[in-house]
Structure formats: structure tokens, C-alpha cells
């Protein structure tokens, strides 16, 4: 068994970033004796010759490694689409491998509502515009908020009052914008699903002045227990089929619970703090159990 970790989007070559979760998964795979290799894309080389398609991590074949887990969007971008194929093809056991055949290279926010709302699961009111003057002409408003499709961490997010359409084509792509309604608390909850359950609950709450709630913009973060927001988020990331996911819940004026977007590679650094569960022992058993 050798598990390899992959991070996509680090920027220097030899794999010496300090992501907590990756080095919570190098502390607890050591403990169980999985033998792990931490690596990034420049490590990676494709080979295409009369032995066959082939990927070489850090010059070793991907045969080599049973498992992987990813720890960034990378399957989403560059080559990851060819990445994954081949190690797939060769046998190797990717964490939320089902959810990558389903969707790998826009796994945008468009993409996880489209499938949760054909699944009958509650989102917040949300439109997306092929141009920016469309945008404008029904939605400048206070009552809205703008979001990147593709975004994350929370950046970019802000109320649409007094956009113009030179303001969202500097700032974002015209039909790379969800226009979404405010939802009227400065709370929300991040739900981790694993294997079809819940392995518990975060609150977080944003700071004053600030619309967004996540743990790396400052959001304030504890644990808290909900049996029905729990089985929504594990609806939510069984539509989209993943094994590992952080379910994002904001409820609505009325009360009702929203999925404002499922996460594949969901950071758990903030959960690990509050909630009292090992997510990354929970994460390498998951995967490497028979
Ligand atoms: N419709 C909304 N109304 C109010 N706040 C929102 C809304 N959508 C998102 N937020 C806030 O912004 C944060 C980030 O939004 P999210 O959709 O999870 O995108 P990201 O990928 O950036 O985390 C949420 O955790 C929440 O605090
Ligand atoms: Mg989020």
C-alpha cells in the first residue's frame, strides 16, 4: 500500500508548503504505517510510447502507488482530466473517484447546482447570465449577491448594489458569475460527510463587517449538532457521489436549509479544532480498508 498526497496548486517545486490537512494526513498515515508520498504537478510527467500511456510521479510509475487524494481543485485543471484517466486505468484507487467521472473539469458551483437541484435538493435563488448587460438588467440590486463560479474561500463574494458592466468584466468573467440572493444571516454550517455520514457539524460566523463566513476569511468557528442539517448534507454529497465532501448550509428566511455548494477537497483545519473528531485518520481508513 503507498498512498500518494497530491497539491496542484503549490508553487514551489519540492513539496515543503505547510497545508495543515495534508500534514495531518502525512501525521496519521504514518501512525497506521501507509507508506505516503507528498507531491505537486511539477513532479509529474506524462508518457505516451510503445509501452502505453503512462505517468511518472517524481520518476517513479503511478503503478507504484495504490492510492491518491487530492488536495487541491487540480483535477479540474490543467491535466488533470488526462491524470486521472490513466491512473484510473491503472488500477489506482482515487478518493472521490465517482464524483471525478461525473464531473472532473467544471466542477463549478453552476455545475453542483444543476445536479442537486435535478435531485429535488434545496438551493439558494441563483442565476447565471452569458453577459454582463443581461446580468445588469435583472439583477442590480441589493438583494443579490455576486459569487465566482469558480471560486473558493470565499474571495470575490459581495453584495450586487451599484455594479456596472465594466465593474464585472475587470473583476469577473460575465458568465463566470452566480447572481445569488442574500441570504439574511451572518451565519453557516459546514457539514463533512464520509462515506454517507456525517462526521459532524461546524458553525461559523463571520466577523463584523464581512459577508463571508469561511475559517481562512476569519470566520469565528464551533461545533454544533443538527440530525436534519447532517442528512441533508449527506444528500448533497451523495448527488454530486462523493465519498469526502464539505457541505456548505445557509438557511433561508423562512428557515429552510440551502446547500450553497459541496466541496470536494474540503480544508479541516477549523473542523478538526471544534469538532471532536480525527478527520484524517477517518480519511485514510476510509480509503485504504478494503
Ligand atoms: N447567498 C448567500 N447569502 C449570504 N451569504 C452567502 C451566500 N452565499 C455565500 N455566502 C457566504 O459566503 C461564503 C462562501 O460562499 P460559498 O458558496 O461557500 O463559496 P466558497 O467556495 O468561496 O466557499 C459562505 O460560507 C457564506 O458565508
Ligand atoms: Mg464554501
Redesign the pocket.
Known amino acids: 500500500m503507498k498512498l500518494l498526497i497530491l497539491e496542484g496548486f503549490s508553487k514551489i517545486p519540492n513539496n515543503t508548503g505547510k497545508s495543515y490537512s495534508v500534514l495531518r494526513l502525512l501525521e496519521e498515515a504514518k501512525k497506521i504505517d501507509v507508506e505516503t508520498v507528498r507531491t505537486n504537478k511539477y513532479d509529474i510527467s506524462f508518457e505516451f510510447n510503445d509501452d502505453g500511456p503512462a505517468i511518472k510521479v517524481q520518476g517513479r510509475d503511478i503503478k507504484e502507488f495504490s492510492h491518491i487524494i487530492f488536495r487541491t481543485n487540480f483535477a479540474s485543471i490543467n491535466f488533470g482530466f488526462s491524470f486521472i484517466g490513466i491512473a484510473k486505468a491503472n488500477g489506482v484507487r482515487i478518493l472521490n473517484s465517482d464524483s471525478y467521472s461525473m464531473i472532473l473539469g467544471d466542477y463549478s458551483?453552476l455545475s453542483q447546482m444543476a445536479i442537486l437541484a435535478n435531485n429535488g435538493i434545496r438551493i439558494?435563488e441563483t442565476y447565471v447570465y452569458g453577459s454582463a448587460e443581461r446580468l445588469l438588467k435583472t439583477c442590480n440590486k441589493d438583494k443579490y449577491?455576486l459569487?465566482?463560479n469558480q471560486?473558493?474561500?470565499?474571495?470575490d463574494?459581495e453584495v450586487a448594489h451599484q455594479i456596472t458592466c465594466e465593474y464585472i468584466l475587470e473583476k469577473y468573467w460575465s458568465e463566470n458569475i452566480l447572481v445569488?440572493?442574500?441570504?439574511p444571516n451572518?451565519v453557516?454550517f459546514r457539514v463533512l460527510v464520509l462515506n454517507g455520514k456525517a462526521l459532524g457539524i461546524m458553525q461559523?460566523k463571520?466577523p463584523e463587517e464581512q459577508?463571508?463566513?469561511?475559517y481562512s476569511s476569519g470566520?469565528v468557528v464551533s461545533a454544533i449538532k443538527n440530525r436534519k442539517l447532517e442528512d441533508i448534507a449527506i444528500k448533497a454529497a451523495g448527488a454530486l457521489k462523493c465519498e469526502y465532501a464539505g457541505v456548505?448550509i445557509?438557511f433561508s428566511k423562512k428557515d429552510e436549509p440551502l446547500i450553497?455548494?459541496v466541496?470536494r477537497n474540503a480544508q479541516f483545519e477549523g473542523f478538526e479544532k471544534v469538532v471532536d473528531v480525527n478527520v484524517a485518520e477517518s480519511l485514510i481508513k476510509h480509503l485504504t480498508k478494503e
Open positions: 458551483k439558494p449577491i459569487k465566482p471560486g473558493t474561500f470565499g474571495e463574494i445569488q440572493e442574500k441570504l451572518k453557516d461559523r463571520a459577508l463571508v463566513t469561511n470566520g456548505d445557509m450553497l455548494e466541496n
